[in-house]
């Protein structure tokens, strides 16, 4: 009865979504990517340098506040 999708309307994928080839954003290699949200080929994402980047943040965001 209280179903927590009732009320959703369905969505479809934006239309670049798709898979494609497309380059890679680190070494403009092409590669196979799933969708438009895979820009690093798996080549530079098995490299060391990749695996230990430091991670952007606490994802907090916004600006520091000074007091």
């Known amino acids: 009865m209280n179903d927590p999708d009732a009320g959703l309307v369905p969505t479809t994928p934006a239309r670049g979504d798709v898979p494609a080839e497309r380059r890679c954003l680190r070494c403009s290699a092409a590669f196979w990517s799933e969708g438009f949200g895979e820009r690093i080929c798996r080549r530079c994402k098995a490299q060391a340098s990749w695996k230990s980047?430091?991670?952007?943040?606490?994802?907090?965001?916004?600006?520091?506040?000074f007091r």
């Not at 980047?53 to 506040?65: E, K």
């Open 53 to 65: 980047a430091i991670p952007a943040g606490d994802g907090g965001g916004g600006r520091r506040s």
